[in-house]
Structures are given as structure tokens and as C-alpha cells.
């Protein structure tokens, strides 16, 4: 079977064969660009859109063109990109979901921003034919799955890691820590940008609660990078964490202007510290997040698109 992917940039080429080096050979991948499919000669099995728009446009004007059944993924930037649309444009986005064989979400909140603002029916249709496939995580963290002792928190450290866009709810942070503070809790906050793997390594490991707050993170990594270091996640309520695991089980959602609520649920993840630990360890290997179990998705997602 030949896959045929439409990548946006180098990145998703990346991301996407992290699974497909553990998909068996009689499975053919090819990557090109939206702009490089008039050079791409049939036969074609199968056409993944790894975007929405862009990818997802041009696999539905391939696809029509050629007879071949596509499967598009839905990221963030497109929910993004589809909001911003006038309503005589956005007709002819929905049709790119609702003519693909399967579409593929990666956050539950995704689906639920589609249900608000799809027509009902195009809705209904859309997830009928929907599957959930989260980002996967990159093999070095699940060959260095770690957790922490099970351990009272004597000192909490709080980690903040990404851009500045993603510490916009960081001023909420500090009230609840002030808040902490004046109850003489021993509580720090470290923020840092984007590091390599290997760096951030050790920096998870000398942390103890890992703050996800921005509802438009664009992916899931960091929650996962996190919790394969055995840090407990606060994440958004609503946003791309929420609803992955059960509630507790990896952490918390929050609302992240609420200092009350930061300031409550950071005192509740310490007062149970050892016992989310041990839910975390029960996580492990993040099957969700990895890519040799993902294989066998991608192979399920490809053989249904045919039928």
C-alpha cells in the first residue's frame, strides 16, 4: 500500500516518521509538499493531509482529481485558520472534512470547538468518521521514562516552559503563589524557553508540578515530556490537555486566570504528591503518546480509508 503524505514544513515530516519507521514495509510512505503534487505520479493507495488547510485542500483537489481516498488531520493553527474565515469561504474548508475518508483530531478540545461551530449536520458527519491520534512523543522520552519518589513536598517547584505567549497566564501564577506564600508555603516558579530535549531532561527532574496553562498550546508534547518525567500537569480547562487522562490521574485541569483556583489546586496536587506519582507510573509507557503503539493506529486509520 502507498501512502502518500502532505506535509506543511520538515517538522510534520518529522513527527509523522516517528510512527512510520515502525509500520511494515509493505506500507510505501512518500512526503511532498502541497506545491510538489503535480510532480507526484499515481499509483496512490492513500493520501494523509497533515493539515487541515493547505495539505488538507490540496489532498481534496488530488484526491478528486485522481480517485484516491484521503485522510486529513486537524492541528490547532487550523481551528485558527477556519475561525478567522468569512462564511461564504468556510463551505468549501468543511467539504475537505467532509469528503475524507477519516478525519484525525489530536485534543478533545478540537472536536468540541467543531461541534460549537460546524453546521449540526456537517457535525454529525464529520465525527462519525473521526478518530483521536494524539502527537507522538519523541522515542527519547519513553526510553528515559523516569519518576520521582514518592515524597511529601516540603518545597514546590512550579515549571513553566515555552514562549512568551504561552506565560500569558503567568501573572495569575504569581498571585496564587503570594497567596501560598502569605500561608508560609515554601513554593518557587522557574519559566524557560524552548530547550533541547536533553536539556530539558534534568530540568523536569528538579521539578516537582509542570504548568500547562495556555488553552492554544499547539500540541500536546510538553504534557507528555512532563509526564513521562513523573511531574503531575496543571493544565486548561478546555484546552489541547484536557480530557486525555482521567481527571487526577496526570494532574488537573484548571481555570488559568483563577488564582484561587491555581492557589486550591496546587495545594491539592501537594497534599497527594506521592499518591498522583504512583498514578503516573501506572501511565507509563504513555501509550497514547507512543509511537510503536501508534503504528498499528496509523495501519487501522490507512486499511479503513480503502474500504
Known amino acids: 500500500m502507498k501512502i502518500l503524505h502532505i506535509i506543511s514544513n520538515e517538522n510534520d515530516r518529522t513527527r509523522v516518521e516517528r510512527v512510520?519507521?515502525?509500520?511494515?514495509?509493505?506500507?510505501?510512505?512518500?512526503?511532498?509538499?502541497?506545491?510538489?503534487?503535480?510532480s507526484v505520479k499515481c499509483p496512490v493507495d492513500v493520501i494523509h493531509a497533515h493539515r487541515w488547510f493547505g495539505c488538507g485542500q490540496a489532498a481534496w483537489t488530488f484526491a478528486n482529481a485522481n480517485r484516491i481516498p484521503y485522510v486529513v488531520d486537524v492541528v490547532q493553527s487550523d481551528l485558527d485558520a477556519y475561525h478567522k474565515l468569512f462564511v461564504f469561504?468556510?463551505?468549501?474548508?468543511?467539504?475537505?472534512?467532509?469528503?475524507?475518508?477519516?478525519?484525525?483530531?489530536?485534543?478533545?478540545?478540537?472536536?468540541?470547538?467543531l461541534a460549537q461551530h460546524l453546521p449540526s449536520k456537517t457535525a454529525d458527519t464529520v465525527f462519525f468518521h473521526s478518530t483521536m491520534l494524539f502527537e507522538p512523543l519523541d522515542p527519547y522520552w519513553i526510553s528515559n521514562l523516569h519518576i520521582h519518589p514518592p515524597t511529601a513536598l516540603v518545597h514546590i517547584k512550579l515549571l513553566n516552559?515555552?514562549?512568551?505567549?504561552?506565560?500569558?497566564?503567568?501573572?495569575?501564577?504569581?498571585?496564587?503563589?503570594?497567596?501560598?506564600?502569605?500561608?508560609?508555603?515554601?513554593?518557587?516558579l522557574t519559566t524557560m524557553g524552548d530547550l533541547t530535549d536533553e536539556e530539558l531532561l534534568d530540568v523536569y527532574r528538579n521539578h516537582d508540578i509542570f504548568l500547562q496553562l495556555d488553552e492554544k498550546?499547539?500540541?500536546?508534547?510538553?504534557?507528555?515530556?512532563?509526564?513521562?518525567?513523573?511531574?503531575?500537569?496543571?493544565?486548561?480547562?478546555?484546552?489541547?490537555?484536557?480530557?486525555?487522562?482521567?481527571?487526577?490521574?496526570?494532574?488537573?485541569?484548571?481555570?488559568?486566570?483563577?488564582?484561587?483556583?491555581?492557589?486550591?489546586?496546587?495545594?491539592?496536587?501537594?497534599?497527594?504528591?506521592?499518591?498522583?506519582?504512583?498514578q503516573?507510573?501506572?501511565?507509563?509507557?504513555?501509550?497514547?503518546?507512543?509511537?510503536?503503539?501508534?503504528?498499528?493506529n496509523y495501519i487501522h486509520l490507512y486499511e479503513n480509508a480503502t474500504l
Open 89 to 113: 469561504n468556510k463551505k468549501s474548508a468543511e467539504n475537505v472534512l467532509l469528503e475524507a475518508a477519516r478525519v484525525v483530531f489530536t485534543s478533545q478540545s478540537q472536536q468540541e470547538f
Open 217 to 278: 498550546t499547539p500540541s500536546t508534547q510538553r504534557f507528555a515530556q512532563a509526564l513521562s518525567q513523573g511531574l503531575p500537569v496543571l493544565y486548561a480547562q478546555k484546552g489541547v490537555c484536557d480530557g486525555i487522562f482521567k481527571e487526577g490521574m496526570a494532574g488537573y485541569a484548571v481555570n488559568p486566570r483563577s488564582a484561587d483556583d491555581l492557589a486550591k489546586t496546587i495545594l491539592n496536587v501537594s497534599d497527594l504528591f506521592g499518591t498522583i506519582e504512583q
Open 20 to 38: 512510520t519507521r515502525y509500520i511494515p514495509g509493505e506500507f510505501e510512505h512518500q512526503f511532498v509538499m502541497s506545491e510538489e503534487l503535480g
Open 280 to 296: 503516573i507510573m501506572r501511565l507509563h509507557p504513555l501509550c497514547p503518546f507512543d509511537s510503536r503503539e501508534q503504528a498499528s
Open 161 to 188: 516552559v515555552g514562549t512568551a505567549d504561552s506565560s500569558s497566564h503567568l501573572d495569575a501564577v504569581h498571585h496564587a503563589m503570594k497567596k501560598l506564600q502569605r500561608r508560609n508555603y515554601d513554593i518557587s
